[in-house]
């Protein structure tokens, strides 16, 4: 079944890159105690390319809540990101795209038989 789910993700993949963008998924990774200097290394920023559609929430869910502990607020993004190749996103990740710099409210990750396809992020400028 891992073939199909793995063809499944290619799909995903070139139709997000013909109908969507190329965006950006940016993480810092915290610098390491250095024992010899007694201080900590520098963070380092890590960005990987992706391709993703940004869509806005339907009027009806704006206001709603979306996940446990989350609200869709007016201006949010539902960006739905292409996952064969990626490192997982996680809340610290920031999106650039569409010239804005997108923070990660909630994450789903559209997962099945252990595939990830696509994640689908609530971005928040």
Do not use: C
Not at 80 to 94: K, M, S
Not at 107 to 122: D, R, S
Request: proline residues 6%; hydrophobic residues 35%.
């Amino acid at each position: 079944m891992s073939q199909f789910y793995d063809r499944m993700a290619a799909t995903a993949l070139r139709l997000i890159e013909q109908f969507g963008q190329e965006i950006t998924l940016r993480d810092t990774v915290p610098g390491e105690y250095d024992p010899v200097t007694g201080g900590s290394t520098p963070d380092v920023e890590v960005s990987q390319p992706a391709h993703a559609i940004l869509q806005d929430y339907a009027l009806q869910q704006s206001g709603m809540s979306y996940a446990e502990g989350t609200v869709i607020k007016q201006g949010d993004k539902k960006i739905l990101v292409a996952a064969q190749g990626l490192t997982p996103p996680t809340l610290t990740t920031t999106v650039i795209a569409d010239g804005a710099t997108w923070t990660i409210v909630n994450i789903k990750e559209i997962n099945p038989a252990g595939t990830p396809l696509v994640y689908e992020i609530q971005g928040r400028r």
